[in-house]
């Protein structure tokens, strides 16, 4: 009796210890055997940017397979979607042409994705500035036949970056039909960032249906301040030349490897990111670290033979920047299909340092993540109480999945964040090993301990 009491007491001890020697395994084996990193290369400089319907996407597509297939993954399969398919065209022209000061000023610029484009006659039009679209609403139809600047900015005041890009990306998102209601006939937007530099950052638009659809473009925060200044002292007219378009849908595909659980195979442990990027820079951090740190959390069960109770499955959804169809997609089939994903866990916030995980489900799920904190503390990850999961997985939340997104250090994040800046050589190996152990980590302990 005595025996039995002691036992049950020191059961749990000893799963603590057994698992904290396992996750120990998994970081070793990340840091000096790694394969991200390189693979991150591959699809950084051989493939490059990948927008969705681009054949960059598509040849995307093939190697994330085939990378899977040589890790010996039990099952890997494409999984149909059609996804949008805009095009940046030529080169964007933002111009100002009657600056008393400087003549002729060329702003560094990028068109919005889904943006239409102005055509080869441009947009040519008085500038009048706004902080956001509050000043739109009040301003009324005096932003008729003009163009409007949103010089919006992130507050530098929110530590965690994402709050404050969630307060100015309303510009990007909802700008142009904010100001088209009004007779607006262009926007140009205060790029979404919190450094100050050269560098334009593009990212999607959504129009307003029955309101007219206007160009819309970001430029960089210098050139930002640059426009505000001068507006203060003339009135100045900027003409605006973009060559983008919307053509018509395309198939694509989600990318599935799966390791097949010993014991409940039924169970599905969903991993993974994004893999269309932005049609500039090579979507290093976003999400091409996601996506191969993903690939990573798998390949680190293969290479150490741990064999999975449960279904581990890596997911490489197509089509998040601009229309999120493959996460919609996947949570439709999953659903069909009955599949029972008991967790969803998703790499989108850069290859930075891993400092915790974020949750999304009910109090009881959330506990049980919080409670593991003990499991990361060694490899410094303590973020464990944000409430959040990611764009992709968020579909799977009304089937009753737990979500669970990676929480990198997001200092460093906006600076690269939909711009041409974003290439594989921002992306720190050890930083990027680091996310994938500890995606692998989190996967070990829901496929041994489940969810309650
Ligand atoms: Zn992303």
Redesign the pocket.
């Known amino acids: 009796m005595k025996k039995i009491l002691l036992l049950s007491l020191l059961a749990p001890i000893l799963a603590f210890s057994q698992h904290e020697e396992q996750i120990k395994e998994i970081y070793n084996e990340a840091l000096t055997k790694g394969r991200a990193y390189e693979d991150l290369r591959v699809l950084c400089k051989e493939i490059g940017s990948r927008l969705s319907g681009s054949p960059e996407a598509a040849a995307a597509v093939e190697y994330t397979k085939q990378l899977m297939e040589s890790y010996g993954f039990d099952t890997v399969y494409l999984q149909p979607v059609m996804v949008p398919h805009w095009v940046r065209g030529k080169k964007e022209i933002v111009r100002a042409i009657n600056s008393d000061k400087h003549g002729i000023i060329d702003f560094n610029a990028l068109a919005l994705g889904n943006s239409v484009g102005t055509g080869p006659e441009g947009v040519l039009s008085e500038v009048i500035e706004v902080s956001g679209i509050d000043e739109v609403n009040e301003l009324g139809k005096k932003v008729e036949g003009k163009i409007v600047f949103y010089n919006g900015e992130m507050d530098p005041t929110i530590i965690n970056t994402f709050g404050a890009y969630g307060g100015a990306v309303v510009q990007r998102s909802s700008g142009a039909s904010e100001a088209a209601k009004y007779g607006a006939k262009a926007i140009i937007i205060r790029s979404v960032t919190n450094r100050q530099d050269d560098i334009p950052h593009t990212g999607s638009l959504r129009y307003k249906a029955l309101i007219n659809q206007i160009p819309a473009v970001a430029i960089s925060t210098n050139d930002a301040n640059k426009l505000s200044q001068i507006l203060k002292e003339q009135k100045l007219n900027v003409y605006i030349e973009t060559h983008c378009q919307q053509l018509p849908d395309v198939l694509s595909y989600n990318v599935i490897g799966e390791l097949r659980g010993s014991e409940f195979p039924d169970e599905i442990v969903a991993v993974g990111?994004?893999l269309d990027?932005w049609d500039v820079g090579e979507?290093a951090?976003?999400?091409g670290s996601?996506c191969i740190q993903a690939i990573e959390a798998l390949r680190l069960f293969k290479a150490l033979g741990i064999q999975p109770k449960r279904t581990l499955r890596a997911v490489m959804w197509m089509n998040?920047?601009n229309g999120l169809r493959g996460g919609t997609e996947y949570a439709r089939v999953a659903k069909q299909k009955g599949e029972k994903h008991i967790a969803a866990l998703e790499s989108?916030?850069g290859g930075f340092q891993p400092l915790g995980f974020s949750t999304s489900g009910s109090e009881e799920q959330r506990a049980q993540i919080r409670a593991w904190r003990d499991y990361f503390l060694p490899y410094r990850l303590w973020d464990f109480d944000q409430n959040g999961g990611g764009?992709d997985i968020g579909p799977l939340r009304s089937h009753g999945t737990l979500l669970i997104g990676l929480r990198p250090s997001t200092q460093k994040y906006f600076i690269y964040?939909h711009t041409p800046a974003d290439v594989f050589e921002a992306v720190d190996r050890r930083e990027l090993e680091l996310g994938a152990a500890s995606m692998s980590a989190m996967m070990y302990l829901l496929d041994r301990e489940g969810l309650k």
């Open positions: 990111g994004h990027s979507g951090h976003d999400d996601g998040e920047e989108d916030s764009a964040h």
